[in-house]
């Protein structure tokens, strides 16, 4: 058993509840709006982002090219001053080579002079002695 609802009240409540309905899809329309304004928003800004992430690496790629250019540079003369270096000591040492060479000549020509000395110095004694 379905109780009708009294006319004055369905000839008061129909229209507004029409009014609100229609502000309802308005209101929603309304929204759908915004919301494709932000999402238009939210992709130039996407776009944005992505262009900078592009040319950061691609600033970050020239850098890493440019450091590793300079890296290998200093490694190839650092390498050279390097050998000039060890030459230069291989070259001291064959030159204290041939100093201890000499040292060891002039030891033995001191032990020759010291004996020669020793000798004359008998030789001087026996002669004395005639």
Not at 25 to 41: I, L, W
Not at 92 to 103: A, L, N, P
């Amino acid at each position: 058993m379905a109780e009708k609802i009294p006319g004055w009240l369905e000839r008061v409540l129909l229209p507004q509840i029409s009014e609100v309905k229609g502000d309802i899809k308005a209101m929603d329309a309304k929204m759908a709006g915004e919301f494709k304004v932000v999402h238009s928003e939210i992709k130039r800004l996407d776009q944005k982002i992505d262009g900078v992430d592009q040319r950061l690496g691609q600033r970050i790629d020239s850098l890493d090219g440019k450091l590793t250019a300079r890296i290998d540079s200093l490694d190839v003369k650092l390498t050279q001053r390097i050998d000039g270096v060890e030459k230069r000591i291989d070259g001291v040492d064959k030159r204290i080579e041939g100093v201890d060479k000499r040292i060891d000549d002039l030891a033995e020509r001191m032990d020759v002079t010291q004996r020669l000395a020793t000798v004359e110095a008998k030789v001087q004694e026996l002669e004395s002695r005639r």
